[in-house]
């Protein structure tokens, strides 16, 4: 478990130049390294080891997750995909920190958070393919549906951490209780007003949210370099809350720095803003193509800093896993694929009459009217081509 008092003390140094400013546990090259303030507790060795190898697992299927539906909407089965290639140790490290009565309001990007929930990774391809609007029901997993308007979700996320506090479920002492909410979002997004506004909200109350940006150094095809003169964690300094730069590639760093700042929401401290710095390996849905703007030397480098090959190299180097290991996990991937590459053609076609279902908790006799002259619209076709 990390201490919350070491990840503000850690951060409060790295914005006045005392200390180093990206954390990182695990480097390219698999090996362990120490952070000032910053102490990863996962228990026995043998604890420790399941856990890692549970990390490895994890982004691995979700890799595969992301590059099956990549395929999928090549093959014509989905209209848009949002990749998030690269990105896998952040969405685990971050995901797998969560306690199950944290809620999570993601953008159109979080595949890794929202398995890390017990999503099936099908429901999150019918809202891509045009089939529904999110098949899954948010308070089952206490993670919110996809967000395509940019940054709106942050403001989501303080309007429930605030309703978090009235309901006294903060700074309680009650680990089973005592809630934190998490606001995923990119670095195009920081650059939003919601986003802005949602920290000024969130220090003025003092709410128990984690602001979790993965810097994937790309909005869209403008680079970072355009969008902030100061590393973006650097930000919450003008708001009056701790910012943290973590080494998004390492899902050990991830996890620790996320496990802490929530810990810090659920007491009740405030929140925590945290730049997950990493990189977009893909491009950044399928409709566009990163060779038009970026170097391909920049990924080559950044592939060298791949999340998934780092945790595999500290496995086999320290005796923690064999190859029948890997090949389990593999296994288990190809299963997934199976599953999505199946499950998606299964998916059934929308009645389109159920554009006026939930609109509001009672039917209006408005919607009710314009619900039963579009039924006799559709009814009309069907009876010409009777």
């Known amino acids: 478990m990390t201490s919350v008092p070491d990840v503000f003390h850690a951060s409060q140094a790295a914005w006045h130049g005392g200390g180093p400013e990206l954390v990182q546990l695990l480097t390219p090259e698999g090996e362990r390294v120490e952070h000032p303030g910053i102490a990863l507790d996962?228990?026995?060795?043998?604890?420790?080891?399941?856990?890692?190898?549970?990390?490895?697992?994890?982004?691995?299927?979700?890799?595969?997750?992301?590059?099956?539906?990549?395929?999928?909407?090549?093959?014509?089965?989905?209209?848009?995909?949002?990749?998030?290639?690269?990105?896998?140790?952040?969405q685990i490290g971050s995901g797998r920190a969560l306690r199950a009565q944290d809620f999570v309001f993601p953008t159109y990007r979080e595949h890794g958070v929202a398995y890390c929930r017990g999503l099936d990774p099908l429901d999150l391809l019918g809202l891509f393919r045009g089939v529904d609007h999110g098949r899954w029901d948010p308070a089952a997993h206490n993670f919110g549906l996809y967000t395509i308007v940019i940054g709106a979700q942050t403001l989501h996320a303080v309007g429930y951490a605030m309703g978090v506090q009235r309901d006294g479920a903060v700074g309680t002492g009650d680990d089973d209780r005592d809630t934190g909410v998490i606001a995923y979002f990119g670095d195009g997004a920081s650059s939003q007003g919601d986003v802005n506004e949602a920290f000024i909200f969130a220090a003025s109350y003092n709410t128990p949210v984690v602001f979790f940006c993965q810097n994937n150094q790309w909005a869209i095809s403008e680079p970072i370099e355009r969008q902030s003169r100061i590393p973006l964690y650097q930000r919450a300094l003008g708001f009056g809350f701790p910012g943290v730069r973590v080494d998004g590639n390492d899902v050990l760093a991830t996890y620790a720095v996320t496990q802490a700042a929530l810990q810090r929401a659920r007491e009740g401290q405030g929140p925590t803003l945290i730049e997950a710095y990493t990189y977009r390996m893909g491009a950044h849905t399928t409709t566009d193509d990163p060779t038009r703007y970026r170097h391909n030397d920049d990924l080559e480098r950044w592939k060298l800093k791949d999340p998934i090959e780092r945790v595999r190299v500290y496995l086999v180097r320290n005796g923690l896993a064999d190859e029948g290991f890997f090949a389990d996990v593999e296994a288990e991937a190809a299963r997934m694929g199976e599953h999505l590459r199946a499950g998606v053609r299964a998916l059934a076609d929308p009645d389109p009459r159920g554009i006026f279902d939930l609109v509001y908790a009672e039917q209006t006799p408005e919607l009710a009217a314009q619900r039963d002259e579009f039924a006799a619209y559709l009814g009309s076709f069907e009876e010409a081509g009777r």
Do not use: C, K, N
């Open 42 to 90: 996962l228990g026995s060795p043998e604890q420790e080891a399941e856990t890692i190898r549970g990390f490895y697992r994890d982004m691995v299927v979700t890799r595969r997750i992301d590059t099956e539906a990549t395929a999928l909407q090549r093959h014509g089965e989905l209209g848009i995909w949002a990749q998030l290639l690269g990105q896998e140790a952040a």
